[in-house]
């Protein structure tokens, strides 16, 4: 479903990403993993098309719908929940109908009833899940997640990978990155580890160190390549 290939990243004579080679399989939750600045959100531009590789290749899968929710999300700030989700399904070019039924379902999905409250009010947590929700208008094959649950309290990131695992029994694709390591241990299959742009270890549940929490991995796949 995604291809990504001897991909590299420079912005002027900065790389921050390198040679970066990894494939996610259809069906999968598969995380992003590093520490700040170890171009996760870059890699994750690049598979959308939002920014160019500057050397290989980093491919989605032709004709696929897909759903992005990114780091820091922005809406019209005057507009509710309800009415962002009527403006970005009318620009994907959904009916009213379909946006009439949908609508309301994915608000509650989310966790956000309240629909009298505007854009501009909102905390940070509303806004995650307002771009969660905006994410899954198009009914996607494959959701793209920048920090899903950051922002979010214990409950809300608990809804937040509910729902998750919930895309996953139908079988869509989830691209998910977050520093939270509970949450990648929660609900993802399998996943890399980049440091500083290059690929340090690869992760899969319940194969890769067995004895290991993801974190003790994680820090020591880190420790390693100093
Ligand atoms: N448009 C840009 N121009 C120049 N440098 C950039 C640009 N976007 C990102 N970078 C740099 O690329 C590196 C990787 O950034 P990126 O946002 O991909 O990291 P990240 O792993 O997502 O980090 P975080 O966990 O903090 O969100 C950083 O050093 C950042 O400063």
Redesign the pocket.
């Known amino acids: 479903m995604i291809t990504c290939e001897h991909m590299t ?1 420079k ?2 004579r ?1 790389t ?2 390198e040679d970066l080679s990894f494939d996610v399989k259809k069906g999968e939750v598969f995380a ?1 993993l ?12 690049i598979l959308l098309g939002l ?1 160019a590789a500057t050397s290989g290749r980093a491919e989605v899968d032709d004709g696929l719908s897909i759903g992005f929710s990114p ?1 820091s999300p922005y809406f019209p700030s005057f507009l509710t929940g309800r009415e962002v989700l009527r403006y970005y399904g009318k620009l994907s070019g959904l009916s009213n109908k379909k946006l009439n039924a949908v609508i309301p379902q994915l608000l509650s999905e989310v966790g956000l009833e309240d629909d009298k409250v505007i854009v501009k009010y909102y905390s940070k947590g509303m806004l995650q899940r307002l771009s969660l929700a905006q994410s899954l208008l198009g009914e996607p094959q494959l959701l793209v997640l ?2 899903p649950t950051s922002g979010l309290d214990a409950l809300g990131r608990l809804e937040v990978l509910t729902l998750i695992s919930r895309m996953k029994a139908k079988d869509i694709t989830v691209v998910f ?1 977050s ?1 939270i390591l509970d949450d990648i241990e929660r609900v993802c299959d399998r996943g890399i580890i ?1 440091k500083k ?1 290059r690929l340090v270890s690869e992760w899969e549940k319940g194969i890769t160190a067995p004895d290991k929490t993801l974190e003790q991995y994680f820090i020591e796949s880190l420790q390693e390549e100093e």
Request: proline residues 0%.
């Open positions: 990243k912005y002027g900065k921050v990403v992003l590093g520490a700040n600045g170890a171009g996760k959100t870059t890699t994750i531009k920014a780091e920048d920090e990155n520093h980049l742009g």
